[in-house]
T-cell receptor, first 113, second 117 residues
Framework: DTGVSQDPRHKITKRGQNVTFRCDPI?????LYWYRQTLGQGPEFLTY????????KSRLLSDRFSAERPKGSFSTLEIQRTEQGDSAMYLC???????????FGPGTRLLVL | AQSVTQLGSHVSVSEGALVLLRCNYS??????LFWYVQYPNQGLQLLLK??????LVKGINGFEAEFKKSETSFHLTKPSAHMSDAAEYFC???????????????FGKGTKLSVKP
């Protein structure tokens, strides 16, 4: 396994701009999760996919956030009209099935100026 | 709804001393419990997990944790701290997910472990 990868690792943007992050899960992992981690806090759940189906979304995932996993492999998380409160580390995790361990990527650190 | 409480946002120990990081959870269903470690500017790495069976769980790097249902606790221990153990540690419980599978993880706020030489 090459591990979960995320791109970019760092992103600085101005308030009001749109940003998109990519997550490549471990090969053949069906589940893919997105979390957000702010300074001094534990990760908070945003959404998860089973293959290409988005099964659950947190209330944290406002209308400005959208996630996709079109072919059941990589996933993208887009934030529209970014706000300073969106500044955080965005973590992606994958698991082989819904009953197995979640493996985390290195995260994308977003700073909104 | 499930929740996790980690007592102590910072713990400092001397090298060679016992490490004890506390975690209490609340869950309406039999929980799946996890400890993850995070080094600066990195993602989370699984240390150990409890699903069913033996309540004393051994993980990587000499860590272990004991599930105590009566105390709703899952404390993490290591007999002898090493400098390389300095990191942030997160306890997590799994929500029940789609079709009875594991859902998302609910994390505590984390405990930062410092190790003094």
């Amino acid at each position: 396994d090459t591990g979960v990868s995320q791109d970019p690792r760092h992103k600085i943007t101005k308030r009001g701009q749109n940003v998109t992050f990519r997550c490549d899960p471990i090969s053949e992992h069906n589940r893919l999760y997105w979390y957000r981690q702010t300074l001094g806090q534990g990760p908070e759940f945003l959404t998860y996919f089973q293959n290409e189906a988005q099964l659950e979304k947190s209330r944290l995932l406002s209308d400005r956030f959208s996630a996709e996993r079109p072919k059941g492999s990589f996933s993208t998380l887009e934030i529209q009209r970014t706000e300073q409160g969106d500044s955080a580390m965005y973590l992606c995790a994958s698991s082989r099935t819904g009953w197995e361990t979640q493996y985390f990527g290195p995260g994308t650190r977003l700073l909104v100026l | 709804a499930q929740s996790v409480t980690q007592l102590g946002s910072h713990v400092s120990v001397s090298e060679g001393a016992l490490v004890l990081l506390r975690c209490n959870y609340s869950s309406s269903v039999p929980p799946y419990l996890f400890w993850y470690v995070q080094y600066p500017n990195q993602g989370l790495q699984l240390l150990l997990k409890y699903t069913t069976g033996a309540t004393l769980v051994k993980g990587i790097n000499g860590f272990e944790a004991e599930f105590k249902k009566s105390e709703t606790s899952f404390h993490l221990t290591k007999p002898s701290a090493h400098m390389s153990d300095a990191a942030e540690y997160f306890c997590a419980v799994s929500e029940e997910g789609y079709g009875g599978s594991q859902g998302n993880l609910i994390f505590g706020k984390g405990t930062k472990l410092s190790v003094k030489p």
